[in-house]
């Protein structure tokens, strides 16, 4: 998305303590959280509300240092006041949150269905987290680090199976031979996108 050398971090909490001209509705003290794009709301992808894929979209990084100028895009779209009893480590989690409650919401689980997860970084975490709670039965998360015994804790009836050399293979054994119902991608790695799906296509008669 960016070009190094670059600032770091892109998500952040915290206190004003300085207001911009021309910026109305915020006030120095207000704790907010500033997600970490916003959309210039004029492009191809944006008259069609595909906001995700806009191409001009306006970045907040540096956010691991302790101040930060947010931009005016993200103050007037993506800037929003933190409830008094929420802590800001946990409110700065509030857009990648919102990225996988939007993905299980477009993802039409059932419950009861057989997910399989797909990274174990924040994103693949907190999936594991809103489908247990949403019902699903979470068969496997491919876990890169000692992070997915957290994930254990989460609603999950039986140990969630760590990294393996054949995913594919993994998840055929897991779900006799069927597959999983839903497969959530949390790594970006662009070859995993292209594992193959473990079910055999049925010739047509
Ligand atoms: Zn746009």
Redesign the pocket.
């Known amino acids: 998305m960016l070009r190094p050398p670059t600032l770091f971090g892109h998500e952040a909490a915290g206190r004003i303590i300085a207001v911009g001209a021309g910026v109305a509705g915020w006030s120095v003290g207000d704790r907010v959280v500033a997600n970490n794009s916003a ?5 191809f ?2 008259r069609r509300q595909e906001y995700s894929l ?3 979209l306006t970045f907040n990084n540096g956010t691991f240092a302790q101040y930060l100028k947010v931009p005016a895009a993200i103050v007037q779209h993506n800037l929003l006041p933190i409830p008094e009893d929420l802590p800001n480590a946990i409110a700065a989690l509030t857009e990648p949150l919102a990225c996988v409650l939007h993905g299980v919401a477009r993802s039409s689980l059932q419950p009861g269905q057989r997910v399989v997860v797909l990274g174990d970084g924040a994103i693949g975490l907190m999936f594991v987290g809103v489908l247990a709670q949403q019902g699903a039965k979470v068969l496997y998360l491919a876990a890169m680090s000692p992070a997915c015994r957290w994930a254990n804790n989460w609603g999950q009836r039986k140990p969630l199976t760590t990294a393996s050399s054949d995913v594919p293979a993994v998840v055929r054994e897991l779900t006799e031979g069927m597959g999983a119902d839903i497969v959530i991608e949390a790594t970006g790695i662009p070859a995993v996108w292209s594992w193959r799906s473990p079910v055999p296509v049925q010739e047509q008669r």
Request: hydrophobic fraction near 30%; aromatic fraction near 20%.
């Open positions: 959309p210039c709301f004029n492009c992808f944006c806009c191409a001009n």
